[in-house]
Antibody, heavy 122, light 110 residues
Framework: QLQLQESGPGLVKPSETLSLTCTVS??????????WGWIRQPPGKGLEWIGS???????YYNPSLKSRVTISVDTSKNQFSLKLSSLTAADTAVYYC??????????????WGQGTLVTVSS | QSVLTQPPSASGTPGQRVTISCSGS????????VNWYQQLPGTAPKLLIY???QRPSGVPGRFSGSKSATSASLAISGLQSEDEADYYC???????????FGGGTKLTVL
């Protein structure tokens, strides 16, 4: 059974860069047909897609975050990562990793990681 | 302001049937399939409906989805107390070249 687990710091300072990692278990991140994605949810608010990546490196990013986001994949560790720069308090959220399914990763997200809360504060 | 529009709240009594709407445009719902997620309090979202009306293994038949033109709906029949959760619709948007979510609907079982 495929499982995803986020990891990274829970507290980051404003203007700094957030780095999160999602470790995939129960399957290979290099498996064809699958993309890997990040979604976030500010406290008490809705879901926002951040971006998705194919194991070969092809990426899709949310246009509203594109200038600050980098998603990468490390097939040797079966992990993919998120970097979000120039942080502000508005980036405080629970960050989820998930697997988008469907043609070129444009479909549904399943499964999801449990999420990790990142607070941006000095 | 979310690209997909959902009512912020919905409610029903046990056993009742409730529907949650999701309105979009030609670039998202109008040209791509709709997916629905259930988020129980304090947990990660879970896939509920994919490709407009398909249920993943383990999702009760009480949950059903439909799509027409640029709108979609999630229906829950035989409402149960454990259905109290937030529900989100989502679809790919060809203009934005990305995934868009609805703002979410909080379902209360009275």
């Amino acid at each position: 059974q495929l499982q995803l687990q986020e990891s990274g710091p829970g507290l980051v300072k404003p203007s700094e860069t957030l780095s999160l990692t999602c470790t995939v278990s129960g399957g290979s991140i290099s498996s064809s047909s699958y993309y890997w994605g990040w979604i976030r949810q500010p406290p008490g608010k809705g879901l926002e897609w951040i971006g998705s990546i194919y194991y070969s490196g092809n990426t899709y990013y949310n246009p509203s975050l594109k200038s600050r986001v980098t998603i990468s994949v490390d097939t040797s560790k079966n992990q993919f990562s998120l970097k979000l720069s120039s942080l502000t308090a508005a980036d405080t959220a629970v960050y989820y990793c998930a697997r988008p399914t469907g043609s070129r990763g444009k479909g549904w997200f399943d499964p999801w990681g449990q999420g990790t809360l990142v607070t941006v504060s000095s | 302001q979310s690209v997909l529009t959902q009512p912020p709240s919905a409610s029903g009594t046990p056993g009742q049937r409730v529907t949650i709407s999701c309105s979009g445009s030609s670039s998202n719902i109008g040209s791509n399939t709709v997916n629905w997620y259930q988020q129980l309090p304090g947990t990660a979202p879970k896939l509920l409906i994919y490709r407009n009306n398909q249920r993943p293994s383990g999702v009760p038949g009480r949950f059903s989805g439909s799509k027409s033109a640029t709108s979609a709906s999630l229906a829950i029949s035989g409402l149960q107390s454990e259905d109290e959760a937030d529900y989100y619709c989502a679809a790919w948007d060809d203009s934005l070249n990305g995934v868009v979510f609805g703002g979410g609907t909080k379902l209360t079982v009275l």
